[in-house]
Protein backbone atom coordinates (compact mmCIF):
# COMPACT_ATOMS: atom_id res chain seq x y z
CA UNK A 1 0.00 0.00 0.00
CA UNK A 2 1.37 3.55 -1.23
CA UNK A 3 0.07 6.72 1.11
CA UNK A 4 0.86 9.94 0.19
CA UNK A 5 0.31 12.46 3.15
CA UNK A 6 0.18 15.88 3.96
CA UNK A 7 0.69 17.87 7.11
CA UNK A 8 -0.10 21.70 7.31
CA UNK A 9 -1.05 22.31 10.84
CA UNK A 10 1.16 24.56 11.60
CA UNK A 11 4.04 26.25 9.89
CA UNK A 12 5.65 23.37 8.60
CA UNK A 13 4.42 22.43 4.78
CA UNK A 14 5.24 18.36 4.85
CA UNK A 15 4.42 15.66 2.31
CA UNK A 16 5.47 12.08 2.66
CA UNK A 17 5.14 9.21 0.27
CA UNK A 18 5.41 5.67 2.39
CA UNK A 19 5.13 1.99 1.20
CA UNK A 20 3.41 -0.14 3.70
CA UNK A 21 4.40 -4.04 2.82
CA UNK A 22 4.20 -7.06 4.50
CA UNK A 23 5.77 -6.42 8.60
CA UNK A 24 7.58 -2.89 8.17
CA UNK A 25 7.14 -0.01 5.51
CA UNK A 26 9.54 2.24 3.86
CA UNK A 27 9.43 5.94 3.46
CA UNK A 28 10.20 7.01 -0.59
CA UNK A 29 9.65 10.61 0.31
CA UNK A 30 9.77 13.05 3.17
CA UNK A 31 9.70 16.74 2.56
CA UNK A 32 9.99 18.98 4.79
CA UNK A 33 9.87 23.17 3.98
CA UNK A 34 10.28 25.03 7.10
CA UNK A 35 8.92 28.88 7.72
CA UNK A 36 10.98 29.43 11.04
CA UNK A 37 13.22 32.01 10.03
CA UNK A 38 9.83 33.72 8.32
CA UNK A 39 8.23 33.67 11.73
CA UNK A 40 11.48 34.30 13.87
CA UNK A 41 11.37 38.27 13.60
CA UNK A 42 7.82 38.27 14.89
CA UNK A 43 8.45 35.96 17.71
CA UNK A 44 6.01 33.14 16.96
CA UNK A 45 3.81 32.05 14.09
CA UNK A 46 1.62 34.43 12.39
CA UNK A 47 -1.43 31.89 11.53
CA UNK A 48 -2.29 34.26 8.40
CA UNK A 49 1.19 34.24 7.15
CA UNK A 50 1.92 30.75 7.77
CA UNK A 51 -1.52 30.18 5.59
CA UNK A 52 0.17 32.10 2.55
CA UNK A 53 3.52 30.51 3.04
CA UNK A 54 1.55 26.99 2.91
CA UNK A 55 -0.02 28.32 -0.02
CA UNK A 56 3.14 28.57 -2.06
CA UNK A 57 4.92 25.82 -1.05
CA UNK A 58 2.51 22.60 -1.31
CA UNK A 59 2.60 22.12 -4.77
CA UNK A 60 6.15 22.17 -5.03
CA UNK A 61 6.30 19.66 -1.83
CA UNK A 62 4.01 17.46 -3.60
CA UNK A 63 5.88 17.66 -6.93
CA UNK A 64 9.15 16.84 -5.46
CA UNK A 65 7.95 14.10 -2.62
CA UNK A 66 6.49 12.64 -5.76
CA UNK A 67 10.04 12.91 -8.25
CA UNK A 68 11.14 10.94 -5.37
CA UNK A 69 8.71 8.36 -5.02
CA UNK A 70 8.36 7.41 -8.40
CA UNK A 71 11.97 6.79 -8.25
CA UNK A 72 11.54 4.14 -5.80
CA UNK A 73 13.88 4.96 -2.71
CA UNK A 74 13.80 6.57 0.39
CA UNK A 75 14.58 10.03 0.66
CA UNK A 76 14.19 12.77 3.45
CA UNK A 77 15.04 16.61 3.18
CA UNK A 78 14.48 19.52 4.25
CA UNK A 79 13.72 21.79 1.28
CA UNK A 80 13.31 25.78 0.29
CA UNK A 81 10.60 27.11 -2.09
CA UNK A 82 11.08 26.12 -5.36
CA UNK A 83 9.27 27.30 -8.86
CA UNK A 84 7.69 24.84 -10.08
CA UNK A 85 4.96 24.99 -12.92
CA UNK A 86 1.61 24.56 -11.07
CA UNK A 87 -0.05 22.88 -14.20
CA UNK A 88 1.69 19.92 -13.96
CA UNK A 89 0.40 18.73 -10.32
CA UNK A 90 -2.63 16.93 -11.93
CA UNK A 91 0.12 14.66 -13.72
CA UNK A 92 2.13 13.48 -11.02
CA UNK A 93 3.83 10.21 -12.14
CA UNK A 94 3.39 8.08 -8.69
CA UNK A 95 -0.77 9.08 -8.76
CA UNK A 96 -1.58 5.98 -10.43
CA UNK A 97 0.19 4.08 -8.03
CA UNK A 98 -1.01 5.54 -4.40
CA UNK A 99 -3.48 3.75 -3.22
CA UNK A 100 -4.97 6.64 0.14
CA UNK A 101 -4.33 9.69 0.53
CA UNK A 102 -3.49 11.04 4.25
CA UNK A 103 -4.12 14.77 5.58
CA UNK A 104 -3.87 16.08 8.86
CA UNK A 105 -7.43 17.92 9.87
CA UNK A 106 -6.61 18.87 13.03
CA UNK A 107 -6.05 20.48 15.94
CA UNK A 108 -3.70 23.34 14.60
CA UNK A 109 -3.85 26.50 13.18
CA UNK A 110 -7.31 26.54 10.59
CA UNK A 111 -5.80 29.19 7.97
CA UNK A 112 -3.12 26.76 7.37
CA UNK A 113 -5.25 23.50 8.51
CA UNK A 114 -7.59 24.72 5.48
CA UNK A 115 -4.43 24.90 2.92
CA UNK A 116 -3.31 21.11 3.60
CA UNK A 117 -7.39 19.89 3.46
CA UNK A 118 -8.29 21.24 0.66
CA UNK A 119 -5.40 20.28 -0.91
CA UNK A 120 -5.84 16.54 -0.07
CA UNK A 121 -9.58 17.06 -0.99
CA UNK A 122 -8.58 18.25 -4.81
CA UNK A 123 -6.24 15.41 -4.98
CA UNK A 124 -8.87 12.39 -3.76
CA UNK A 125 -11.37 14.17 -6.46
CA UNK A 126 -8.95 14.55 -9.02
CA UNK A 127 -7.54 10.88 -8.67
CA UNK A 128 -10.42 9.10 -7.41
CA UNK A 129 -8.70 8.07 -4.41
CA UNK A 130 -10.16 7.47 -0.65
CA UNK A 131 -8.53 9.74 1.66
CA UNK A 132 -8.44 9.77 5.44
CA UNK A 133 -7.97 12.80 7.90
CA UNK A 134 -5.61 11.79 10.54
CA UNK A 135 -5.66 13.94 14.54
CA UNK A 136 -1.88 16.15 14.16
CA UNK A 137 -1.69 14.58 17.96
CA UNK A 138 -2.38 10.87 17.24
CA UNK A 139 0.09 11.38 14.24
CA UNK A 140 3.08 12.29 16.68
CA UNK A 141 2.02 8.85 19.03
CA UNK A 142 2.50 7.56 16.06
CA UNK A 143 5.51 9.05 15.55
CA UNK A 144 7.17 6.31 17.69
CA UNK A 145 6.20 3.35 14.97
CA UNK A 146 8.36 5.16 12.32
CA UNK A 147 10.64 2.45 11.32
CA UNK A 148 9.78 0.09 13.63
CA UNK A 149 9.29 -3.62 11.95
CA UNK A 150 6.26 -5.33 13.57
CA UNK A 151 7.23 -8.72 14.48
CA UNK A 152 5.32 -11.66 14.72
CA UNK A 153 4.28 -11.55 18.09
CA UNK A 154 2.85 -7.98 17.42
CA UNK A 155 0.57 -9.99 15.28
CA UNK A 156 0.30 -7.11 12.61
CA UNK A 157 -0.86 -8.35 9.18
CA UNK A 158 -0.40 -5.57 6.37
CA UNK A 159 -3.39 -3.66 5.35
CA UNK A 160 -4.96 -3.69 1.97
CA UNK A 161 -7.52 -1.93 0.30
CA UNK A 162 -9.90 -3.79 -2.33
CA UNK A 163 -12.84 -2.86 -4.49
CA UNK A 164 -13.64 0.50 -5.61
CA UNK A 165 -13.29 4.17 -3.72
CA UNK A 166 -16.70 4.22 -3.22
CA UNK A 167 -16.50 0.49 -1.87
CA UNK A 168 -13.37 -0.27 0.15
CA UNK A 169 -12.79 -3.36 2.12
CA UNK A 170 -10.09 -3.72 5.09
CA UNK A 171 -8.32 -6.61 5.89
CA UNK A 172 -6.83 -6.76 9.25
CA UNK A 173 -5.72 -8.46 12.51
CA UNK A 174 -5.10 -6.81 15.73
CA UNK A 175 -2.25 -5.39 16.91
CA UNK A 176 -1.45 -6.30 20.61
CA UNK A 177 1.44 -6.40 23.05
CA UNK A 178 2.52 -2.58 23.84
CA UNK A 179 -1.06 -1.89 24.74
CA UNK A 180 -2.02 -0.42 26.88
CA UNK A 181 0.70 2.62 26.72
CA UNK A 182 1.12 5.66 28.47
CA UNK A 183 2.16 8.66 26.09
CA UNK A 184 3.46 12.19 26.84
CA UNK A 185 2.90 14.61 24.33
CA UNK A 186 4.58 17.94 24.58
CA UNK A 187 4.75 20.37 21.77
CA UNK A 188 4.08 24.23 21.03
CA UNK A 189 0.35 23.77 21.41
CA UNK A 190 0.10 20.84 23.36
CA UNK A 191 0.96 19.01 26.78
CA UNK A 192 -1.00 16.23 27.55
CA UNK A 193 -0.75 12.34 29.00
CA UNK A 194 -2.98 9.95 27.03
CA UNK A 195 -3.58 6.58 27.59
CA UNK A 196 -4.04 4.43 24.68
CA UNK A 197 -5.73 1.13 25.04
CA UNK A 198 -5.05 0.32 21.87
CA UNK A 199 -4.83 1.34 18.27
CA UNK A 200 -7.63 4.35 17.96
CA UNK A 201 -8.84 3.83 21.85
CA UNK A 202 -7.51 6.75 23.75
CA UNK A 203 -8.55 8.36 26.76
CA UNK A 204 -6.96 11.81 27.80
CA UNK A 205 -5.65 11.83 31.49
CA UNK A 206 -4.48 15.13 31.80
CA UNK A 207 -3.20 18.45 30.05
CA UNK A 208 -2.23 21.54 30.68
CA UNK A 209 -4.49 24.18 32.35
CA UNK A 210 -2.73 27.33 30.24
CA UNK A 211 0.84 27.39 28.43
CA UNK A 212 1.80 23.73 26.62
CA UNK A 213 5.42 23.28 27.39
CA UNK A 214 6.57 24.61 24.11
CA UNK A 215 4.46 27.62 24.25
CA UNK A 216 6.42 28.66 27.71
CA UNK A 217 10.05 27.48 26.23
CA UNK A 218 9.68 30.01 23.47
CA UNK A 219 8.04 33.09 26.30
CA UNK A 220 10.86 32.27 28.40
CA UNK A 221 13.32 32.68 25.59
CA UNK A 222 11.65 35.69 24.23
CA UNK A 223 12.08 37.40 28.27
CA UNK A 224 15.80 36.69 27.90
CA UNK A 225 16.38 37.99 23.82
CA UNK A 226 17.35 34.40 22.55
CA UNK A 227 15.12 34.29 19.61
CA UNK A 228 12.63 32.14 17.94
CA UNK A 229 11.65 29.21 18.72
CA UNK A 230 12.77 29.19 22.30
CA UNK A 231 13.05 25.31 22.83
CA UNK A 232 16.60 24.89 20.99
CA UNK A 233 17.75 28.30 22.54
CA UNK A 234 17.07 27.24 26.21
CA UNK A 235 18.56 23.71 25.64
CA UNK A 236 21.91 25.29 24.60
CA UNK A 237 22.09 27.65 27.24
CA UNK A 238 21.27 25.24 29.36
CA UNK A 239 24.14 22.51 28.23
CA UNK A 240 27.15 25.25 28.50
CA UNK A 241 25.48 26.22 32.11
CA UNK A 242 26.08 22.56 32.55
CA UNK A 243 29.14 21.82 30.98
CA UNK A 244 31.54 25.09 31.92
CA UNK A 245 29.65 24.83 35.56
CA UNK A 246 28.84 28.16 36.08
CA UNK A 247 27.92 30.25 38.67
CA UNK A 248 24.39 31.76 39.46
CA UNK A 249 22.59 29.05 40.54
CA UNK A 250 18.62 29.48 40.80
CA UNK A 251 16.13 27.41 42.18
CA UNK A 252 12.58 27.64 40.07
CA UNK A 253 8.74 26.37 40.88
CA UNK A 254 7.85 22.69 39.99
CA UNK A 255 3.97 23.64 39.84
CA UNK A 256 1.27 21.39 40.47
CA UNK A 257 3.94 18.50 40.63
CA UNK A 258 2.46 16.79 43.65
CA UNK A 259 -0.92 17.42 42.47
CA UNK A 260 -3.05 14.46 42.60
CA UNK A 261 -4.51 14.91 39.12
CA UNK A 262 -2.51 14.71 36.31
CA UNK A 263 -2.67 18.19 34.66
CA UNK A 264 0.01 20.89 34.58
CA UNK A 265 0.69 24.52 34.42
CA UNK A 266 3.82 26.11 33.38
CA UNK A 267 2.26 30.06 33.59
CA UNK A 268 3.37 30.84 36.90
CA UNK A 269 6.76 29.16 36.43
CA UNK A 270 7.08 31.44 32.83
CA UNK A 271 6.07 34.49 35.65
CA UNK A 272 8.88 33.40 37.78
CA UNK A 273 11.56 33.88 35.19
CA UNK A 274 9.37 37.25 34.49
CA UNK A 275 10.29 38.17 38.10
CA UNK A 276 13.62 37.18 37.66
CA UNK A 277 14.55 39.36 34.37
CA UNK A 278 12.50 42.31 35.74
CA UNK A 279 13.66 42.08 39.82
CA UNK A 280 16.93 40.98 39.71
CA UNK A 281 17.94 38.02 41.86
CA UNK A 282 20.30 38.19 45.14
CA UNK A 283 23.45 36.38 42.67
CA UNK A 284 23.31 39.04 40.53
CA UNK A 285 25.83 41.89 41.11
CA UNK A 286 23.28 44.59 39.32
CA UNK A 287 20.45 44.61 37.06
CA UNK A 288 22.75 45.55 34.17
CA UNK A 289 22.16 43.92 30.61
CA UNK A 290 25.54 42.41 31.39
CA UNK A 291 24.77 40.63 34.74
CA UNK A 292 21.23 39.31 33.14
CA UNK A 293 23.28 37.85 30.10
CA UNK A 294 25.77 36.09 32.24
CA UNK A 295 23.29 34.62 34.70
CA UNK A 296 20.78 33.31 31.33
CA UNK A 297 22.86 30.29 31.13
CA UNK A 298 21.80 29.52 35.27
CA UNK A 299 18.13 30.62 34.55
CA UNK A 300 18.07 28.12 31.43
CA UNK A 301 19.19 25.25 33.16
CA UNK A 302 16.80 26.02 36.11
CA UNK A 303 13.95 26.52 34.23
CA UNK A 304 14.65 23.18 31.58
CA UNK A 305 15.11 21.01 34.78
CA UNK A 306 11.68 22.55 36.52
CA UNK A 307 10.07 21.60 33.04
CA UNK A 308 11.70 17.81 33.29
CA UNK A 309 10.74 17.12 36.95
CA UNK A 310 7.35 17.62 36.21
CA UNK A 311 6.79 16.49 33.18
CA UNK A 312 8.68 12.75 34.32
CA UNK A 313 7.04 12.98 37.66
CA UNK A 314 3.33 13.35 36.75
CA UNK A 315 4.12 10.62 33.26
CA UNK A 316 6.01 8.44 36.53
CA UNK A 317 2.94 8.18 38.36
CA UNK A 318 0.59 8.02 35.90
CA UNK A 319 2.17 4.92 34.23
CA UNK A 320 1.91 3.25 37.79
CA UNK A 321 -1.86 4.05 38.12
CA UNK A 322 -2.72 2.55 34.71
CA UNK A 323 -0.27 -0.06 34.75
CA UNK A 324 1.33 0.21 31.40
CA UNK A 325 2.97 -1.85 29.78
CA UNK A 326 4.49 1.06 26.91
CA UNK A 327 5.67 4.72 27.93
CA UNK A 328 5.93 6.81 25.03
CA UNK A 329 7.16 10.32 24.07
CA UNK A 330 6.47 12.24 21.40
CA UNK A 331 5.78 16.08 19.70
CA UNK A 332 8.51 18.72 18.92
CA UNK A 333 9.58 18.87 22.71
CA UNK A 334 10.51 14.94 22.86
CA UNK A 335 13.86 16.03 20.57
CA UNK A 336 15.01 18.01 23.90
CA UNK A 337 18.25 15.94 24.64
CA UNK A 338 18.26 16.53 28.17
CA UNK A 339 14.37 15.73 28.67
CA UNK A 340 14.99 12.35 26.78
CA UNK A 341 18.35 10.99 28.63
CA UNK A 342 16.50 12.24 32.29
CA UNK A 343 13.42 10.47 30.75
CA UNK A 344 15.23 6.82 29.56
CA UNK A 345 16.94 7.10 33.17
CA UNK A 346 13.48 7.60 35.33
CA UNK A 347 11.78 4.59 33.49
CA UNK A 348 14.68 2.14 33.61
CA UNK A 349 14.59 3.06 37.45
CA UNK A 350 10.95 3.46 38.29
CA UNK A 351 9.64 1.09 35.68
CA UNK A 352 11.72 -1.46 34.72
CA UNK A 353 9.72 -3.99 33.15
CA UNK A 354 7.91 -1.41 31.14
CA UNK A 355 9.08 -0.61 27.41
CA UNK A 356 10.27 2.55 26.48
CA UNK A 357 9.40 4.26 22.74
CA UNK A 358 10.50 7.38 21.34
CA UNK A 359 10.39 8.48 18.27
CA UNK A 360 14.01 9.42 16.09
CA UNK A 361 14.55 13.27 16.38
CA UNK A 362 13.72 14.39 12.49
CA UNK A 363 9.90 13.00 13.48
CA UNK A 364 9.17 14.14 16.71
CA UNK A 365 8.79 17.75 14.72
CA UNK A 366 5.95 18.16 12.11
CA UNK A 367 6.01 15.97 9.37
CA UNK A 368 4.09 13.93 7.32
CA UNK A 369 5.77 10.51 7.81
CA UNK A 370 4.01 10.32 11.05
CA UNK A 371 0.37 11.66 9.54
CA UNK A 372 0.59 8.13 7.06
CA UNK A 373 1.51 5.71 9.41
CA UNK A 374 -1.31 7.30 11.80
CA UNK A 375 -3.43 6.61 8.99
CA UNK A 376 -2.28 3.16 8.29
CA UNK A 377 -3.23 2.20 11.42
CA UNK A 378 -6.38 4.36 11.44
CA UNK A 379 -7.49 1.42 8.94
CA UNK A 380 -7.68 -1.05 11.39
CA UNK A 381 -10.71 0.49 12.84
CA UNK A 382 -11.83 2.94 10.43
CA UNK A 383 -12.97 2.97 6.52
CA UNK A 384 -11.45 5.06 4.24
CA UNK A 385 -13.32 8.29 3.68
CA UNK A 386 -14.21 10.15 0.42
CA UNK A 387 -13.04 13.74 -0.28
CA UNK A 388 -16.40 15.07 1.04
CA UNK A 389 -16.37 13.54 4.16
CA UNK A 390 -12.81 15.64 5.10
CA UNK A 391 -13.08 18.82 6.48
CA UNK A 392 -10.57 21.01 8.77
CA UNK A 393 -11.22 21.28 12.82
CA UNK A 394 -9.27 23.67 14.89
CA UNK A 395 -10.13 22.39 17.68
CA UNK A 396 -9.89 18.96 17.21
CA UNK A 397 -10.03 16.76 20.13
CA UNK A 398 -8.23 13.19 20.29
CA UNK A 399 -10.77 12.04 23.41
Known sequence: MFILAIETSCDETAVAVVKFQGSGHRILANIVSSQVKIHAKYGGVVPNLASRMHLKNIIPCIIEADRFASRGYQ??????????????YPRLSASTNIDLIAVTIGPGLIPALLIGTNTAKALAYAWDKPIIGVNHIE????????GIRRNNADKNAEITLKGSASNRRIDQRRFSGIFPALCLVVSGGHTQLILTK??????LLGETRDDAVGEAFDKVAKLL????????????????FKIENLKFKIDLPRPMIHSKDFDFSFSGLKTAVLYLVKDGVATFTSRSDRSLKAATP???????QAVIDVLIAKTIRAAKEVKAKTVMLAGGVAANKELRRQFKKAIKEELPNTCYLIPDTQYCTDNAVMVAVAAYYRLLHNKPQTWKDIEANANLRIA
Not at 139 to 146: K, P, T
Not at 198 to 203: A, L, R, W
Not at 225 to 240: D, Q
Open 298 to 304: SICASFQ
Open 225 to 240: NLGYPGGPAIAAKAAK
Open 198 to 203: GHGKYK
Open 139 to 146: AHIYANFV
Open 75 to 88: RGRTRKSVRVDPRS
